[in-house]
């Protein structure tokens, strides 16, 4: 290979100690380390053949030189698939990227056919009269086993019928367009062969070989524990970092607290790691800091109205450029300003448009690498299931214990990037606002692991202001010994016996007193527990006042309190409920939810 500057005739394995010392080479000159940054730098300054483009060259100057990149580059039909691609998908670093993996493939079936198949070019692939030869040579690609009927791997047989086919349309599109129809109808023909027969061949035992292999895969899902746990360490990280970036703006501070905040977004939004990584600082500059409109905020609760001003939005590139929004905290929101501000003091280039950009360079930090090391570091119990799959599974498999209204579940989807089935006519609101004002209520719910406490809900009856911490209630302080399997079928039975339990009027009205009751509840018995036989009495005005006194929060959120705030009830109105101990309290309180719920089912 030559080099690059004297164009002097070196062996590739020796090219990059010559260019070390190359008299020819540019002042204050240092090559990265490695040989292959070598052979790209004198590949790419190499004259540009003339069938192929420039952006195409510099794409597959990158490419690992090799007999495979070799086939690449001398066969014009692969070379004029990538134009398509890359004239398709534009010339970002991550979609030459996907250029050259796709034009590898068809590299490493082109050298297989010549091999075992006399295909000599990548035309003969996608002529009818060689397509069990080209059956064959897929296969052999592939590592089909005959006798198991499986192949090494099976994805890589179904991106190669997705590149043939792909490949066939566009040469018959220049075939049309050079007027040239019997060639044209000699691809029609092998178009019509590949529909017929691929997936008898080859596709549909790929397809197998692929579920089968998830059949018995477990499912690995990360603990809630182990989220707060990473959480709170970033949290802490980044407080350190940013005062010490703010004293002394260097390249360490810099780096490390970019890799702070690019694992805090990602675990806090639940996005994908690579379109957080790859955010662009135009993105962030232009991002709308405007408040909601006055007229939308009827439509929200007050605590929604405080979401919407509490956090920042930014919507960047996601998967198939579709646009995915970013939520970020104010201390979020105060980490990514004071790096855009520091950048070229701590040694950031100046064309680098990432931002997280690695200083010196031209590329940006990898966030599954970031959450690697953090997860380690925090001491999860299990840090390998802390990945940004994982948790955006994470949080779609929890949100169904959330009570959510198909266009809340479609809000959620919406934001985590999944496929939506249609677009409801339930976005009457500014997207910016449902994200804003909703579904970071999720997202605030999951980093403080306390989803559970809002079982049963909609994004619109969750309450969490984002400048208070909720008080956590032990669930299993608040358990007692017959509660976990006999709570259901006690509260059947109480309202079966009582039924004026359930003819309330709503919450809204007065203080609600019951009429005395003629006889108390008889609890049925339960096998194995000692609590078999036990009476109620009837709850006196006097007590039901002192209930929803200290209680009326619960009863109006739906929610039954647990063991702690039942017993400060208690110490809080002694010779009010002096007969009363707090499992009695806690089913009063059950009951009067399951009438509010009746009530409202009946108005509805």
Not at 437 to 465: H, P, T, Y
Request: proline letters at 4%; one cysteine or more; glycine letters at 4%.
């Amino acid at each position: 290979m030559h080099c690059a500057y004297c164009q002097g005739l070196f062996t590739r394995n020796v090219l990059w100690r010559h260019i070390k010392v190359c008299k020819l080479g540019p002042e204050g000159f240092t090559p990265k380390p490695g040989k292959n940054r070598v052979q790209s730098l004198c590949a790419f300054a190499q004259p540009v053949p003339s069938h192929i483009s420039k952006a195409l060259w510099k794409a597959l100057s990158l490419m690992h030189g090799d007999e495979i990149t070799a086939a690449v580059k001398n066969d014009s039909c692969i070379i004029q698939l990538g134009e398509h691609l890359l004239n398709k998908g534009g010339s970002t670093a991550k979609h030459e990227a996907c250029i050259r993996q796709k034009l590898r493939e068809l590299g490493k079936l082109l050298i297989t056919g010549r091999n075992v198949a006399s295909l000599k070019t990548m035309d003969d692939f996608i002529h009818p009269q060689n397509y069990m030869k080209m059956v064959q040579a897929v296969r052999h690609t592939c590592g089909y086993d005959s006798e198991a009927n499986t192949y090494k791997t099976p994805s890589l047989a179904k991106k190669l019928g997705i590149s043939l086919m792909k490949l066939s349309k566009l040469m018959k599109a220049k075939a049309l367009i050079a007027e040239d129809h019997c060639l044209a109808q000699n691809f029609s023909n092998f178009q019509e062969i590949h529909k017929e027969r691929w997936c008898e061949l080859i596709s549909a035992t790929a397809a197998r070989n692929l579920e089968e292999s998830k059949w018995n895969a477990p499912t690995v899902l990360p603990f809630t524990e182990d989220v707060q746990k990473l959480h709170a360490f970033l949290n802490k990280m980044q407080d350190e970092l940013i005062k010490q970036l703010s004293a002394e703006p260097t390249s360490k501070y810099w780096s490390e607290l970019a890799k702070v905040a690019l694992t805090q977004i990602i675990l806090f939004n639940r996005r994908r790691e690579g379109e957080v990584s790859c955010m662009l600082l135009s993105a962030f500059l232009s991002r709308d800091s405007s408040d909601p409109h006055d007229d939308i905020d009827w439509a929200l609760s007050e605590v929604e109205k405080k979401l919407c001003r509490h956090f920042s939005r930014i919507v960047i590139r996601g998967k198939r450029g579709r646009p995915v929004p970013i939520l970020l905290t104010p201390k979020m929101l105060n980490a990514v300003e004071l790096l855009v501000k520091n950048r070229e003091t701590c040694g950031v280039l100046k064309d680098n448009v990432y931002l997280f950009a690695r200083p010196s360079a031209m590329s940006h930090y990898r966030g599954s690498d970031c959450i690697r090391s953090f997860a380690k570091s925090c001491n999860a119990n299990s840090p390998d299931a802390l990945t940004s799959t994982k948790l955006r599974k994470h949080a779609a498999t929890l949100s169904t214990v959330l009570n959510l209204k198909d266009t809340d579940m479609d809000q959620l989807a919406n934001f985590l990037g999944h496929d939506i089935r249609i677009h409801r006519e339930y976005y009457r609101l500014p997207e910016k606002t449902l994200q804003l004002a909703k579904v970071s209520k999720v997202l605030m719910a999951l980093e403080q692991g306390r989803l559970a406490d809002f079982k049963g809900k909609n994004l619109d009856e969750i309450n969490i202001d984002p400048n208070e911490e909720m008080e956590l209630i032990d669930d299993d302080e608040g358990r007692s010994e017959v509660e976990d399997e006999t709570y259901e079928e006690l509260g059947e039975a109480m309202q079966e016996e009582s039924p004026e339990a359930t003819q309330v009027p709503p919450l809204d009205t007065a203080l609600i007193s019951l009429p005395e009751r003629k006889k108390s509840l008889k609890i049925p018995s339960v096998k194995g527990k000692t609590h078999a036989q036990k009476r109620r009495k009837a709850w006196e005005v006097i007590e039901i006042q002192a209930v929803e006194t200290h209680l009326k929060n619960f009863i109006s959120s739906c929610r039954v309190p647990g063991k702690l705030p039942c017993e400060q009830c208690i110490r809080a109105e002694p010779s009010a409920l002096k007969n009363r101990d707090w499992q009695s309290v806690k089913f009063y309180v059950h009951n009067r939810i399951v009438a509010y719920k009746k009530d409202l089912s009946h108005n509805v």
